[in-house]
């Protein structure tokens, strides 16, 4: 009896912060009419945006342009959305690790998307399609890291934010190179850049336009590491090795300290200490929980 309530307390309470974490940034009321948005972006094709789910709980996200320094075409827009809705459908992960092709990661925006939809409407519709795409990947219940090897400029430097960590390789950049462009961030960038690094770093990585290497980004807690390879390959590896230190254990106790985490960071503090609350009551007398009672383990 005590188990079957509790298995449906758990039904109850990961349906509904499975709602929170999908709920639309947007919507009709803000001239947000999504299929029409992906009509639209989907007449720019080029490259693509690949997953890989391995039995140890870990993604790889692959920005696959490489032509392109891996610009985000209409399609890979699109894709994206997809590849974060296959994510949270995945019961089994802990972990994300996103890269580039080609041994960069993203350039931002494809310049041939950018002039056709030059208009202001056509670029606010894409700006509300891809923060709601990057609002849902950051409220995943899995541990995300960006890979950034060699430039993440633009959109791509928006992408890094929407991650939990981002690790670096020699000789690579994040680079808010929107003031160039005439244009702010729009993919919410800019309001994450202010949460991880101040609004006075912030203000001069985007005012500035200025470049962001591993040394600086290190010095702004913009990145938690400097990997030693500059190898695809083997900085993959590396990153791998790096995430495994977080994601070693049950899916179900990963995943539930990043709904902590993400519960506190974006709710007013009695909300989120009621979400913990619920999440809490997800894990307490659950198999990992009862398992390491069996085992009695010493915390050294």
């Known amino acids: 009896m005590a188990l079957a309530l509790w298995k449906n307390f758990l039904q109850i309470t990961m349906k509904r912060i499975l709602q929170q974490r999908r709920l639309s940034l947007y919507n009709g009321a803000h001239g947000y009419e999504e299929e029409s948005i992906k009509k639209k972006l989907q007449q720019f094709s080029g490259g693509s945006v690949n997953l890989v789910k391995e039995d140890n709980g870990i993604a790889i996200l692959t920005l696959n342009n490489p ?5 985000f075409t209409g399609t890979m827009m ?23 092709a080609g041994n960069t990661f993203c350039s931002g925006s494809d310049l041939n998307v ?9 670029g606010m519709n894409m700006c509300m399609f891809m923060q709601n795409t990057l609002t849902r990947l950051m409220r995943l219940p899995l541990i995300s890291v960006a890979l950034v090897q060699g430039k993440a400029f633009g959109g791509g430097a928006e992408l890094t934010t929407a991650c939990d960590f981002r690790l670096m ?42 470049r962001a ?9 913009l990145a ?15 990153a791998r090795a790096w995430l495994s230190q977080y994601t070693d254990g049950p ?16 709710l007013p503090l009695e909300d989120a200490l009621r979400t913990e609350k619920d999440i809490f009551g997800t894990v307490w007398g659950g198999p990992a929980n009862l398992e390491a009672l069996v085992r009695r383990p010493k915390h050294k």
């Open 169 to 210: 390789t020699p000789g690579s950049e994040i680079r808010f190179v929107h003031k160039r462009m005439g244009l702010v961030p729009g993919w919410g960038g800019g309001a994450r850049l202010v949460r991880l690094v101040g609004g006075g770093a912030a203000l001069q990585l985007l005012a500035g336009a200025e």
């Open 67 to 71: 032509k392109l320094m891996n610009a």
């Open 213 to 221: 290497g591993p040394e600086r980004a290190l010095a702004l807690g």
């Open 78 to 100: 699109v894709e994206l959305q997809e590849r974060v809705t296959e994510l949270e459908n995945w019961k089994d992960g802990k972990g994300l690790i996103i890269h580039g």
């Open 224 to 238: 938690e590491l400097a990997l030693p390879s500059a190898d695809e390959a083997a900085a993959l590896a590396e």
């Open 251 to 266: 899916a179900a106790v990963v995943r539930a300290a990043k709904k902590v985490v993400t519960a506190a960071r974006e």
């Open 114 to 122: 950018v002039k056709e939809i030059s208009n202001s409407q056509d």
